[in-house]
């Protein structure tokens, strides 16, 4: 059984660019969910996906975006960057209303905003 | 919206220690989560409590689900050096089904 994976595994950008992160789910698993830990903070929710659209959503601007594919995975996009946007993102994925069993994690993408 | 306040924020104890940290909510929770995050790694579900005044170990880890309902503890008997990590609570947010975390307790210990 595979875990979560989650490409790259750090990137630096641009203020102003965009960006693309990527998620493979667990096997079996049919929604992911996305969030954002800044250094030294508790990962904040920022959207989830289940059978290919959008599922919840935290406190997060619209040029936060993101994508459900058939196989279950996922893409956590971002536009216009901007400095604040540094952090580690972690995907996790889960069975649709199974969150009180805990979602496995993937191990992030650090984002670096210059 | 929902907060999680974790304490103390940091712990530095000597190997064999046992460690209490606990987590607070603004609101009630009917499941509490504990979470251990390594440096370079995605948070690892250690312990979930579904029921208040439930008791649940794993290992040397035991949980306490407070009977407020809005708080939790973790502790952690006769501490080893790979006991290292970030701890985190968390509980059911308020957007459906995601997670609001803690902030984190900070564990070093000293061989």
């Known amino acids: 059984e595979t875990g979560v994976t989650q490409s790259p595994t750090h990137l630096i950008k641009t203020r102003g660019q965009q960006v693309t992160l990527r998620c493979s789910s667990q096997?079996?698993?049919?929604?992911v969910s996305w969030y954002q830990q800044a250094l030294g903070q508790g990962p904040q929710f920022i959207f989830q996906?289940?059978?290919?659209?959008?599922?919840g959503r935290g406190n997060f601007p619209p040029r936060f975006s993101g994508l459900q594919f058939p196989n279950y995975s996922s893409e956590l996009n971002v536009n216009a960057l901007e400095l604040d946007d540094s952090a580690l993102y972690l995907c996790a994925s889960s069975l649709v209303g199974g969150f009180w069993k805990g979602y496995t994690f993937g191990s992030g993408t650090r984002l670096t905003v210059v | 919206g929902q907060q999680l306040n974790q304490s103390p924020q940091s712990m530095f104890i000597q190997e064999g220690e046992d460690v209490s940290m606990n987590c607070t909510s603004s609101?009630?929770?009917?499941?509490w989560l504990w979470y251990k995050q390594e440096p370079g790694e995605g948070p690892v579900l250690l312990i979930a409590?579904?029921?208040?005044?439930e008791l649940t170990s794993n290992g040397r880890l035991t949980a306490q689900f407070g009977i407020t309902r809005k708080d939790s503890f973790l502790n952690i008997s006769a501490s080893i050096p790979s006991d290292v990590g970030i701890y985190f609570c968390a509980g059911p947010g308020d957007a459906g089904n995601m997670l609001t975390f803690g902030g984190g307790t900070r564990l070093m210990v000293k061989p």
């Open positions: 409590l579904y029921k208040a005044g």
């Open positions: 996906y289940y059978r290919e659209e959008e599922n």
């Open positions: 096997s079996g698993h049919n929604t």
């Open positions: 609101s009630i929770f009917n499941t």
